[in-house]
């Protein structure tokens, strides 16, 4: 993947001014509450300069082309690839988590690939891929650039799938779930 649509300082939605001047974030029910500088338990999600930003807008952990059938997917285009990628970052804190070294990754520069949402759904189409998963961590914590991967992946007429536990809250729920409902989440 090359650079492109990359940005480190994406305008991050759901988030509110508290009046003690720190930014809760609205995203998920951790509700974290960040002074200037500070990072959410998800570690994406930054106060910057009095306004929430997401900081792996366009980056990614890494890709791999995958046979449909290693997801928990029941008849989901049997015999397809999938395209599957990550970011960085969770908002779970799971103990047994196999991807720990991922979703409690500190080091986004030396881990991240780049990749715009276009150029996802353009590799997984030169791919022949016909799904493209968001797994790895949870992409709810990176949902501006879920949702905008997902409609261009539509676009394309590629299927997506979101491998997600929902600890999101209803309004961001609202925008997030109907991104996915031509194809599938788990
Ligand atoms: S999405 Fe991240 S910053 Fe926002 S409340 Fe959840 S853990 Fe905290």
Same mark, same amino acid.
């Given at each position: &993947?090359?650079a492109?649509?990359?940005?480190?300082?994406?305008?991050a939605?759901?988030?509110h001014?508290?009046?003690?001047?720190r930014l809760?974030?609205?995203?998920?029910?951790?509700n974290?509450?960040?002074?200037?500088?500070?990072r959410?338990?998800?570690?994406v999600r930054?106060?910057?300069?009095g306004? &929430?930003v997401?900081t792996?807008y366009?980056r990614?952990s890494g890709f791999?082309v995958?046979?449909?059938?290693?997801?928990?997917?029941?008849?989901?285009?049997?015999?397809?690839?999938?395209?599957?990628?990550g970011?960085?970052?969770?908002?779970?804190a799971?103990?047994f988590?196999?991807n720990?070294?991922i979703?409690?990754?500190?080091e986004f520069?030396?881990?991240?690939?780049?990749?715009s949402?276009e150029?996802i759904?353009?590799?997984?189409?030169?791919?022949?891929?016909?799904?493209?998963a968001?797994?790895?961590?949870?992409?709810?914590?990176?949902l501006?650039?879920a949702?905008?991967?997902?409609?261009?992946?539509h676009a394309?007429?590629?299927k997506t799938?979101?491998?997600t536990?929902?600890?999101v809250h209803g309004?961001?729920r609202?925008?997030?779930?109907?991104a996915w409902m031509?194809?599938?989440?788990?």
């Amino acid at each position: &993947m090359t650079a492109g649509g990359v940005n480190a300082h994406f305008p991050a939605r759901y988030w509110h001014a508290l009046d003690d001047g720190r930014l809760q974030c609205d995203l998920c029910p951790r509700n974290c509450k960040l002074h200037e500088g500070q990072r959410g338990l998800c570690f994406v999600r930054k106060c910057e300069q009095g306004r &929430m930003v997401l900081t792996t807008y366009g980056r990614s952990s890494g890709f791999c082309v995958d046979p449909i059938e290693k997801k928990p997917l029941n008849h989901f285009y049997p015999g397809s690839s999938v395209l599957s990628f990550g970011t960085a970052g969770c908002n779970l804190a799971c103990r047994f988590c196999q991807n720990w070294d991922i979703s409690k990754s500190r080091e986004f520069d030396r881990l991240c690939d780049q990749a715009s949402p276009e150029q996802i759904a353009a590799s997984a189409a030169r791919l022949g891929s016909a799904s493209v998963a968001f797994t790895y961590n949870d992409p709810v914590i990176f949902l501006e650039y879920a949702v905008d991967t997902a409609t261009a992946c539509h676009a394309r007429g590629i299927k997506t799938v979101a491998v997600t536990a929902g600890y999101v809250h209803g309004k961001a729920r609202e925008d997030f779930f109907p991104a996915w409902m031509p194809s599938t989440w788990i």
